[in-house]
């Protein structure tokens, strides 16, 4: 069974950027989508960005646009989340997640109809902390 392993995070002040990464073990080609979600304490699971398997599609939950950027090496068969600009309220733990979902292979992919896939997924990583601080 595919597992994914996320890593990157850690402590960055308001403003500064960290790249985390999703390493996959096994195959993925029998998945469609990717997600990057978060969780800050005593809130909901958001998800933040989603990428179709083949990288070519990218979509971006409104509070990330702009600012987090999601891509995929094959080679490395890892997925990255480039965040900039990062804010307190960003503070969160960032997780990974790949789901079942042929349709998100048509363009134009969002987001929003898949999120709950991908939270349904039983393909998630452990999570990497990031804290932003003054």
């Known amino acids: 069974q595919l597992k994914l392993v996320e890593s990157g995070g850690g402590l960055v002040q308001p403003g500064g950027s960290l790249r985390l990464s999703c390493a996959a073990s096994g195959s993925t080609s029998r998945f469609h989508i990717m997600g990057w979600f978060r969780q800050a304490p005593g809130k909901e699971r958001e998800g933040l960005s989603c990428?179709?398997?083949?990288?070519?599609?990218?979509d971006y939950a409104d509070s990330v646009k702009g600012r987090f950027t999601v891509s995929r090496d094959y080679a490395k068969n890892t997925w990255y989340l480039q965040m900039n600009d990062l804010q307190l309220e960003d503070t969160a733990v960032y997780y990974c997640a790949a789901g079942l979902a042929p349709l998100a292979t048509l363009p134009p992919l969002t987001c929003s109809p898949y999120w709950e896939i991908l939270m349904d997924s039983d393909i998630w990583g452990q999570g990497t902390q990031v804290t932003v601080q003054d």
């Open positions: 990428i179709s398997n083949g990288g070519a599609m990218t």
